[in-house]
């Protein structure tokens, strides 16, 4: 075990190791925690340690490591088995996106771990009231939602299920902010959560503004790019219109909400470009095309533009007391 | 008209958003500029702040002599471009062009914010409709490419493209065009805070958790090309199957909700008001002010680092949108 690292409690359990469940386990050890990782699939050991390895590379790229990587992969164990996390406090499953497979799963992790730790999926498709119903206490079951790279933002949503307790909120809460993350709380399960709820809104408003002819895609990344994209990274929506001032928004919003859409399904223009197989960058079909070597640059460049944001974004942290969340 | 660096610049309105503009303005060096104020005092030592603070972020200079403030009584020769700026309200708008137009030459032309109101609706009263436009900025304007240019039938084609040669070359703009007469940036961020609203209103968020979710997600993604693009990045067709189930469960609200309205009617207008979803401390208007300066800079360095399509490097490879 290594001299040089400061360790954190708990002992964190990761299930499933495959490219969300190895980036979060490289962001929890580059914040100092052992993590006992599971691969539930036979063979899957190895090539999850090696995606943990890469990702943890990655976090040195960002300067996350204090300490030479083979530090902090002294922390880590990679199993099969389930024993080992019979040390845990708080054990996140990161399976695939199958309720019955995490059931299966979700009986397993119960039967190794203590029977006060927290436990917690990643899931941003099954409503965490559901899932929660698949252990014997539900009140210690939450959802813990990080973007990707898991180390790469300040991002981490923490949902609520109907049965989830205050306590476990307030532990989550405090450990997120502990790992440097500005968690947001969805009290209520809702389906996409808040991230997703809001960006679904705005693309729900360009392809029904595409659809009507008024702009193409190209003019609303300019318009949010351009304008929202420079100064969401500092404040978020109410803050900025708390600094542009209310009276405006009042007249403004009171014009515009009748007119914008409340299309309930996928639009024509949507559906169009999902029917060509869109993979986006991946086969060069989205709602802009790409020749191979411009999916290679945008590729490049975005990684390049995400450490870029990553340090620009450190320098104008929000200061968030530790406190209980769920009663405020 | 041909573009050109040698332009008469008027510039009508007050405050923050409009001393901006003024000093993106100035940027471009040869430009004079005339401000219209309804409040010289405060709005010359705005200007005269943004500016020093400007030069010494960016080591650009500019010459404070270009800007001549001038009483609403003085009539202009050769004003190219009129930009107005006023609060949301149609009926101040119109005035406000009432008086521009009387100002000045029948060919100058008039670009004016507007957010809902509709273009045909600030064209009506004027003897030249056409050559009113709809010109959004985003405050603060001398940091940022954003420029929303809004014409309608009535707009003729010479103005459009003088407006547009003057953006990129004089305004250091990458502007966007709609030519439907009404504001789509203030759509776009109405549906967004339509469902923020929601999300608050219903207990599901607080606002707190909903401004983190922004700043900590799409505060680190916006910047680099906008939302398709990004979408292009992750994988399209995922969001897709998205929209199929969520689209449904998402707002539809046609009003505005209580606790919005009531902050309005209780006169907490936000940050200059002490309150409006935040409270503020004496003083903390102007640190965000300062705070937001500073960030501008950042980040439109960091926007300059990724230019869109890459026209910069590769001239042959310039993409193409899926709707063109």
Redesign the interface.
């Known amino acids: 075990m290594s001299d040089i690292l400061r360790i954190r409690n708990p002992v964190i359990g990761i299930v499933g190791i495959g490219l969300m469940g190895s980036s979060i386990t490289a962001s929890l050890l580059a914040a100092g925690h052992r993590v006992k990782a599971i691969a539930p699939l036979p063979g899957e050991e190895e090539p999850g340690l090696d995606r943990i390895i890469r990702q943890l590379r990655l976090c040195e790229d960002f300067d996350l490591l204090n300490a030479p990587l083979k530090e902090y992969l002294g922390l880590l164990t990679v199993s099969n088995d389930y024993y080992p996390l019979g040390d845990c406090g708080l054990v996140v499953e990161c399976i695939v996106e199958d309720i019955e497979i995490k059931e299966t799963i979700f009986k397993k992790i119960v039967e190794f771990t203590p029977a006060n730790a927290i436990l917690a999926s990643n899931t941003s498709a099954i409503p965490i009231s559901i899932l929660q119903q698949m252990i014997p206490d539900p009140q210690r079951f939450i959802g813990i939602h990080w973007a990707e790279p898991a180390f790469g933002t300040r991002f981490l949503e923490i949902i609520c299920g109907r049965e989830t307790n205050e306590q476990t909120v307030d532990s989550i809460f405090n450990l997120a902010i502990s790992w440097g993350k500005e968690p947001t709380v969805l009290k209520k399960d809702i389906r996409g959560f808040i991230t997703n709820r809001l960006m679904y809104a705005v693309y729900r408003e360009i392809l029904h503004l595409v659809e009507k002819n008024v702009i193409g895609f190209e003019d609303a990344d300019k318009c949010f790019r351009y304008d929202a994209g420079s100064w969401m990274t500092l404040m978020g929506i109410f803050r900025r219109m708390d600094y542009d001032g209310l009276d405006d928004y009042n007249t403004a919003f009171r014009n515009i909400f009748p007119h914008l859409s409340n299309e309930e399904g996928i639009s024509p223009q949507m559906q169009k470009i999902m029917d060509s197989g869109a993979g986006g960058i991946q086969n060069g079909r989205g709602f802009y095309t790409y020749t191979q070597r411009e999916a290679e640059r945008w590729l490049q460049s975005f990684e390049a533009f995400n450490k870029d944001i990553f340090h620009l974004a450190a320098n104008y942290p929000e200061e968030i007391p530790i406190t209980s969340k769920v009663t405020s | 008209m041909e573009p050109t660096h040698r332009k008469k610049i008027l510039i009508s309105g007050k405050g923050r958003t409009t001393a901006g503009i003024a000093v993106n303005c100035l940027r471009s060096q040869q430009a004079s500029i005339y401000y219209l104020s309804d409040d010289r005092a405060e709005d010359e030592d705005m200007i005269r702040k943004i500016i020093a603070d400007s030069e010494w972020r960016s080591g650009e200079k500019m010459e404070v002599s270009k800007l001549k403030f001038i009483s609403s009584e003085t009539w202009i020769n050769g004003i190219d471009i009129a930009v107005c700026i006023t ?3 149609p009926g101040i708008k119109q005035h406000r062009l009432l008086q521009i137009e009387n100002r000045v030459a029948p060919e100058t032309i008039i670009g004016v914010n507007t ?3 509709l273009l045909h609706d600030l064209q009506k009263k004027l003897k030249n409709p056409g050559r009113v436009i709809g010109l959004n900025w ?2 603060p304007a001398y ?4 420029l ?1 240019i809004i014409t309608n039938e009535l707009t003729p084609r010479s103005v459009l493209q003088y407006m547009e040669a003057t953006a990129r070359n004089c305004w250091y703009k ?1 502007p ?5 007469g009404y504001s ?13 609203f ?2 608050v209103e219903h ?5 707190e ?21 990004y ?7 995922a ?2 199957l ?15 909700p209580a606790f ?2 009531e ?2 009617r209780n006169g ?6 002490g309150e ?3 409270k ?1 401390e004496k003083g903390e208007y102007r640190e ?1 002010e300062e ?2 300066r500073k ?2 800079f ?3 360095s ?2 300059d ?2 230019p ?1 399509g ?1 026209v910069k490097e590769e001239p042959a ?1 310039v ?6």
């Open positions: 609060e949301e309200d957010e809902s109101v985003r405050d940091t940022s490419a954003f929303e990458d966007y065009v709609v030519s439907c789509i940036r203030a759509r776009l961020l109405a549906a967004l805070a339509r469902e923020a929601y999300l207990g599901y968020a607080s606002i958790d909903i401004d983190r979710a922004c700043r900590n997600d799409a505060g680190y993604y916006l910047p680099f090309a906008g939302n398709c693009r979408m292009d990045l992750m994988g399209t067709y969001y897709g998205v929209m199929k189930d969520l689209n449904r469960e998402l707002s539809k609200s046609e009003a505005l919005f309205e902050l309005v907490k207008t936000g940050m200059s008001a409006g979803f935040y503020y965000w705070k937001f960030f501008s950042d980040i439109q960091i926007i680092k990724y869109f890459y490879e993409n193409q949108s899926n709707d063109e």
